[in-house]
């Protein structure tokens, strides 16, 4: 979700988790990362139900440690990424705890992805996941919906035209623009150079 | 092909986006200008950095009111609220097992091992909420397959017990019998439809054999949707639902 340079900037909204303005400030920031908190958990975790579980812990989370954010130490969205990465390896742990629970027979539910990758492989990734993520969070919604259709959809230009009722050039033009755009995002943080080690 | 013809493609060809024949004329070119070579590199480069984006899916849209409605429900006084914030992470931690029958089993486990105190602020957090009563379902639904996939029908059958929350919410216990494991990287999705609007109620998965009980939750706005439909969807793909129904039922 793009941020309106008009609207109060993480940071401001964080001081009011405190006071009469809580709900307004956790929806802003709810609306803002709920996409990235979510799709950094499935990641993590890998179950879907577990990765609902998380953006509720997260964001609670957020409300409850607001006194701990410290805005002069880094931004609000690395601390966020700490804040999300901490819970998901807590579920990841009960998780695991529940598998081997499932193979006893204990459980009607299954877990949707093995355990193969430890928790720490897993986590390392996560932080170049939840960049990107917020790289694409900060597209407007025409460019975001190209980049979705055509990375994560796998259409091509011509049924991206077909399906959105956009004409063939101006796709084109979306998609490069998106490209270019997630490229200046990404860069500020180095996060090009560190996906293609 | 000139590389002004060439350029505004460039990005669509990182991405694989561009027809066959258009894609081998964008090669061509390449194959003989560094120019080309140069910007296509870049936008490569971002196309490997997207495979570590996650899957643009938003979670359902209930939870930012449960998460809001959590607040509210927990708000302390000033004075006590340093207090009851270590007894209550730790009661939402419980209350969010009660809040799923799959996890009943873990309760029992964890229960013997929780100090007194706790237990009081389980039980008092767990009745606000409602997870711990045994409420009278206000509608039982039939979720019988539709005719697809009965053509491979394998004696499965679901039915689905809705309970208003104190919330607002709208809590549905799933009950299914012999309900299919999902394909690799699918899940299934249960839906509250009203014509061509859908709400979710969340997402599961299933053993196969046997029974699947699951607890979902989905926001107010459902309580006029009256058709139930469960799909099998996919990970990574198109946010849309999928048309992949599995189950239907209506409410009565």
């Known amino acids: 979700m793009t941020q309106r340079a008009d609207e109060p900037s993480d940071e401001q909204l964080m001081t009011n988790l405190d006071g009469a303005g809580v709900e307004v400030a956790l929806s802003k920031l709810y609306d803002r990362y709920n996409r990235t908190v979510f799709g950094v958990g499935l990641r993590i975790i890998g179950d879907r139900s577990m990765a609902e579980e998380l953006v509720q812990e997260v964001f609670l989370k957020v409300w409850r440690s607001s006194s701990t954010f410290d805005s002069s130490r880094g931004s609000f969205s690395t601390w966020l990424y700490r804040v999300t990465r901490s819970c998901a390896l807590d579920l990841y742990r009960k998780r695991a705890h529940r598998i081997r629970q499932v193979s006893n027979g204990e459980l009607h539910m299954a877990a949707e992805r093995d355990s193969s990758a430890g928790p720490q492989e897993v986590l390392d990734d996560s932080g170049l996941s939840w960049r990107v993520s917020r790289a694409l969070e900060m597209l407007d919604e025409p460019h975001r919906e190209v980049t979705d259709l055509a990375y994560f959809g796998g259409l091509i230009q011509r049924e991206i035209s077909e399906r959105t009722d956009v004409p063939l050039g101006t796709v084109k033009s979306r998609t490069a623009n998106a490209l270019k755009k997630l490229r200046a995002e990404l860069a500020l943080g180095d996060t090009l150079q560190e996906a293609i080690r | ?252």
């Open chain 2, 1 to 252: 092909m000139k590389c002004a013809e060439v350029h505004p493609n460039l990005a669509a060809f990182a991405l694989g986006g561009l027809e066959p024949e258009g894609a081998t004329e964008i090669q061509r070119h390449l194959d003989s200008c560094s120019d080309c070579q140069s910007e296509l590199k870049e936008h490569r480069k971002v196309n490997r950095a997207l495979e570590a984006a996650p899957p643009p899916t938003p979670p359902p849209a209930y939870l930012r009111e449960e998460v809001l409605s959590r607040v509210r429900a927990e708000q302390p006084s000033p004075s006590n609220r340093e207090e009851a914030e270590e007894s209550s992470v730790e009661a939402h931690r419980i209350s969010q097992r009660t809040s799923r029958f799959n996890r009943f089993k873990d309760l029992r486990i964890i229960l013997p091992s929780v100090a007194a105190a706790a237990v009081v602020a389980v039980i008092a957090v767990g009745v606000f909420f409602g997870f711990l009563r045994e409420e009278t379902p206000v509608a039982t639904i039939q979720l019988i397959p539709t005719p697809h996939e009965a053509s491979g029908l394998k004696g499965y059958w679901g039915v689905a017990e809705i309970r208003p929350q104190p919330s607002g919410n709208q809590q549905v216990e799933l009950k299914l019998n012999n309900f299919e494991k999902p394909k690799t990287n699918s899940y299934y999705e249960m839906w509250f439809v009203s014509g061509d609007k859908r709400i979710s109620a969340g997402s599961f998965t299933s053993v196969g054999r046997g029974e699947t009980r699951v607890l979902l939750n989905v926001s107010p706005e459902a309580s006029t949707y009256h058709t139930l439909l469960i799909t099998e969807e996919h990970v990574g793909k198109h946010p849309a639902p999928s048309e992949e129904v599995a189950l239907k039922g209506e409410v009565p």
